[in-house]
């Protein structure tokens, strides 16, 4: 600090129960997390010497099995960031394909009958299915992130929204179950993901050493 006055620092951590106090006085740092971590404790501080380029900082949800919130720390300057890929997705899971299945037995095809010609009669089913999808079967936009797992699945990105939409809410029981619902759910899709790209491995491998011995 002595050599570079001006570089900016930001030490951060579990402080516990660390005597931190030298920090404000020795080095004139400020310690910005004003939110409580865990119970009524704030476990978790920011000490930095450039205050006033952060937002003050919030807590978002536990990560994994922790007990700790998680602290947030951003900066007034806008700065581009990874928005991600938006996407239209067709939603056709079995809840929307039972619907369809039930709403196309239901139509009665009388009036197709009365059409005349080959072409009228194309047109009219085509013209009942296609509002019958568009019902069934709604569009919704998803946003994929570079960043993103290779095991993350929309299912699972819309459970983690939800336990932060519990969280910021203040309502910390739900938060806690949704919690725990991703956490079993990230380990299931991580070990279903990994067990199959070792499943294709191995199944490489056999072919390859089918086409040697050949």
């Known amino acids: 600090m002595r050599k570079h006055p001006e570089c900016g620092v930001i030490i951060t951590g579990d402080f516990n129960q660390l005597r931190d106090n030298f920090m404000k006085t020795h080095y004139r740092f400020v310690q910005v997390v004003n939110v409580v971590i865990r119970g009524q404790a704030i476990l978790d501080k920011i000490w930095t010497n450039m205050e006033e380029v952060y937002t003050p900082p919030v ?7 922790s007990d700790h919130n998680m602290v947030l720390l951003k900066p007034k ?7 991600g ?6 939603c056709m899971g079995p809840k929307e394909k039972a619907t369809f299945s039930m709403a196309l037995s239901a139509i009665k095809w009388e009036p197709l009958f009365r059409l ?11 013209t009942v299915i296609c509002n019958l999808m568009e019902i069934c ?17 929309d299912w699972f990105r819309d459970l983690v929204r939800k336990r932060q939409r519990a969280h910021m809410s203040g309502d910390l029981n739900q938060a806690k179950i949704l919690r725990n619902k991703v956490n079993r759910a990230a380990s299931k899709l991580k070990y279903t993901f990994y067990q199959t790209q070792i499943a294709a491995m191995h199944e490489s491998g056999s ?5 040697g011995s050949i």
Request: glycine content about 4%.
């Open 77 to 83: 300057a806008k700065h581009s960031v990874d928005t």
């Open 137 to 153: 079967f709604p569009t919704k936009i998803v946003t994929r992130h570079t960043a993103d797992k290779p095991w993350v699945t």
């Open 116 to 126: 005349d010609s080959c072409a009228d009669q194309y047109s009219y089913y085509q």
């Open 59 to 65: 807590t978002i949800s536990e990560l994994g099995s």
């Open 207 to 211: 072919h390859d050493r089918i086409g």
């Open 85 to 90: 890929c938006v996407t239209r997705l067709t």
